[in-house]
């Protein structure tokens, strides 16, 4: 079958990436599991990682990344309801890891569940079929094929970040780093989906410009220099109840001075770097919350994928590319290009 394949690990990526129609075909669909048809794949900055060689991981080569597709369930394994068969759905391509039982272990009220990645830790969606464990789909019948392909990853740590760990409520002021990427669009269409007053930050005008007509309130253009003035300038002074920040090392500082005192300081990443300058005086002082989210769990991306159904939360699609042209839509990523999701159709 045909596949988009990273044959080695290199920077720069786009120069290791072929279209291949050589792929093995997928194994039939286990116990749990189902058998896609994929109609659309979306790419994600993790699909650059998986290029470029991941901390911790040995990932053996030539793969496939790909952590967001949606398709056609063409065949289902057993202990799956046939019902399945025929629907168009998207994937959560977080697969949880069963914990440890260990006798002295305390107990895990407060631990995270781990997750493992479709794309990343096993192959993933950038090929014409795939198998996907039967609980991590969502139908989306009816819906557009390309819009269904962008949405789920972003979309989910989006939720899981701002609803579920942050406590994110309607009327609530939104800073949001970096927009332009999957992550941060979907964080600003969910924040005015929730009436929350917005301020983002880019390096680039054009990018402001676009979150302006998407319905950003205010927007800084970074610069290097610590904005956290004019974040409070805006804010009146009081500072925001909730900043989303997956730059990291550059901007981490500006937004624990832009938090209003008990605000939630959320990271999803860090694409410049994971050892900022912090400063602990301020997050004791002013009872700021700091959280690290990572995906999400199976319920909650029912629910988000409810809005998306709904027509409540949209993806911003930057540009669509043919199978054959995939090598185009990686360097797009890869050099930064993008205001949304790059998807790829098969």
């Known amino acids: 079958m045909r596949a988009v394949v990273i044959e080695r690990q290199g920077t720069p990526v786009t120069a290791n990436v072929s279209v291949r129609g050589d792929w093995p075909e997928p194994s039939a669909p286990g116990h749990g599991q189902a058998l896609i048809k994929t109609i659309a794949t979306a790419f994600n900055h993790m699909d650059l990682w998986v290029g470029r060689g991941i901390g911790g991981l040995t990932l053996p080569y030539p793969r496939i990344s790909g952590c967001d597709a949606c398709g056609m369930v063409e065949a289902v394994g057993a202990g799956v309801d046939p019902a399945w068969m025929g629907r168009r759905v998207i994937v959560n391509a977080a697969t949880k890891v069963a914990p440890r039982v260990h006798p002295d272990d305390p107990p895990a009220s407060s631990l995270a569940p781990a997750y493992e990645l479709i794309g990343e830790h096993h192959n993933g969606m950038f090929c014409e079929r795939f198998v996907a464990p039967a609980a991590n789909l969502v139908q989306v019948d009816g819906c557009d094929p390309v819009q269904a392909a962008a949405f789920g990853l972003c979309a989910l740590t989006a939720y899981s970040m701002m609803v579920g760990k942050g406590a994110m409520r309607p009327g609530q002021s939104v800073l949001i780093t970096g927009v332009g990427g999957g992550v941060a669009t979907s964080a600003l269409a969910l924040a005015k989906h929730s009436g929350c007053p917005t301020i983002v930050t880019s390096r680039h005008q054009w990018k402001l410009d676009k979150a302006k007509a998407l ?12 904005w956290s003035k004019q974040v409070r300038g805006w804010s009146n002074k009081r500072g925001v109840d909730i900043a ?21 300081y959320l990271t999803p990443g860090a694409t410049t770097g994971g050892d900022p300058v912090t400063d602990l005086p301020r997050i004791f002082w002013n009872q700021l919350r700091v959280l690290g989210s990572t995906m999400g769990s199976a319920a909650e991306f029912q629910e988000v994928t409810a809005l998306f159904r709904s027509g409540k939360l949209l993806p911003v699609i930057d540009s669509v590319f043919e199978a054959k042209d995939a090598p185009k839509a990686f360097a797009r990523l890869e050099a930064g290009e993008q205001f949304g999701k790059i998807v790829v159709t098969w």
Not at 215 to 226: N, P, R
């Open 215 to 226: 319905g950003a309130d205010a927007t800084i253009l970074d610069t290097g220099e610590d």
């Open 244 to 264: 989303v920040d997956s730059v990291g090392k550059t901007t981490h500082l500006s937004c624990l001075k832009s938090l209003a005192r008990g605000g939630a």
